[in-house]
């Protein structure tokens, strides 16, 4: 274990959560002269007391460990502020709502930071009836691919997982999607609004000239 609780993150945690030494003890089972010694690095607590040290002050394990405290006032937080989290060991992909503490693999991991798409990530949609088509014009080799495709709106998520030599395409239902999430293993998160330049939310993106050279530029660039 290359880190551990320690007494700085115990004595800021205990005042917050505006308890005494005494108190603290108390719930642990041990004496407030040991919660002194801790705060003051003269020694640690014993990994038996992790999981009781994050119950008494309401945290997980692993937030406790790494001395980084999540806080959501606001747990039915807008989708559109969603996060994605994806392991690089095996390519889990995990989607939160609001701050965490994601681990996979022993691994801590942090929250995708989404771009504008480029012209190596073109993302193409069109509109048939009540659904989006997206298309990513991408090689999905084996070593190099689109992981992901999902579709945010206000109060819902849905995501599409791609694996190699498959189509990086999906269909997604139309009804308040404001942005369209994809994945490249190599090169990270990208994202795009999928009426970007429309005036007319009822005209399909693919409707727009930005798309139709957009288009004809990767047609141009993959032959």
């Given at each position: 274990m290359n880190q551990y609780i320690t007494g700085t993150v115990i004595k800021e945690l205990r005042e917050k959560n505006k308890m005494t030494q005494r108190e603290f003890a108390n719930?642990?089972?041990v004496?407030?002269?040991?919660?002194s010694k801790w705060e003051n690095f003269r020694g640690y607590p014993d990994i038996t007391l992790l999981e009781p040290i994050a119950e008494a002050f309401k945290i997980s394990v692993p937030e406790l460990i790494s001395g980084n405290t999540v806080h959501n006032e606001n747990v039915s937080a807008n989708m559109l502020r969603s996060k994605f989290y994806v392991c690089p060991v095996c390519g889990n992909v995990i989607h939160s709502m609001g701050e965490t503490s994601v681990h996979c693999h022993g691994i801590q991991l942090t929250p995708l930071e989404a771009e504008p798409t480029d012209e190596h990530h073109m993302i193409f949609i069109e509109r048939v009836e009540d659904e989006y088509y997206v298309r990513i014009d991408h090689s999905m080799t084996k070593d190099?691919?689109?992981?992901f495709i999902a579709a945010a709106s206000s109060d819902d998520m849905q995501l599409i997982k791609l694996y190699p030599?498959?189509?990086a395409e999906a269909r997604f239902r139309i009804r308040g999607v404001r942005r369209i999430f994809a994945y490249c293993n190599h090169d990270g998160l990208f994202s795009i609004d999928p009426v970007k330049g429309i005036d007319d939310k009822e005209s399909g993106y693919d409707d727009s000239k930005e798309r139709k050279e957009l288009e004809k530029a990767a047609e141009i660039m993959f032959k």
């Open positions: 719930k642990l089972g004496s407030d002269k040991t919660v190099h691919y689109i992981s030599e498959g189509n």
